[in-house]
Nanobody, 124 residues
Framework: QVQLVESGPGRVKPSQTLSLTCSVS??????????WGWIRQPPGEELEWMGC??????YISPPLRSRTSISWDPSRNQFTLQLRDVISEDTAVYYC?????????????????WGQGTQVTVSS
């Protein structure tokens, strides 16, 4: 069974870089079977797909492309989100998740395996 756990700071100051790590167990992140994604939910809003990666490539939501990077560390079976120049609107619960290859991986509903989520607040 695939399990994901997010880790990172709970609070970030405006203009700083948010870095979150997702630790994966039950599957190798180099597997061809999965897309590994980051999804967030601002307070009172719907889930927002931020981006994902697989063994071949990385895909970032166009509105976030200028500020967002996703990378991986296969030796640790982890993947990481970096969001630069954060603003108050980046306050949200951030989830890492996994979707099966062949799914519509830009849709949060296509992700079958989720971390518990981590609250990130952007505040000075």
């Amino acid at each position: 069974q695939v399990q994901l756990v997010e880790s990172g700071p709970g609070r970030v100051k405006p203009s700083q870089t948010l870095s979150l790590t997702c630790s994966v167990s039950g599957a190798a992140i180099t597997s061809m079977r999965y897309y590994w994604g980051w999804i967030r939910q601002p307070p009172g809003e719907e889930l927002e797909w931020m981006g994902c990666m697989n063994y071949e490539d990385t895909y970032i939501s166009p509105p976030l492309r200028s500020r967002t990077s996703i990378s991986w560390d296969p030796s640790r079976n982890q993947f990481t989100l970096q969001l630069r120049d954060v603003i108050s609107e980046d306050t949200a619960v951030y989830y890492c998740a996994a979707a099966e290859a062949g799914s519509s991986w830009t849709l949060p509903s296509e992700y079958d395996h989720w971390g518990q989520g981590t609250q990130v607040t952007v505040s000075s």
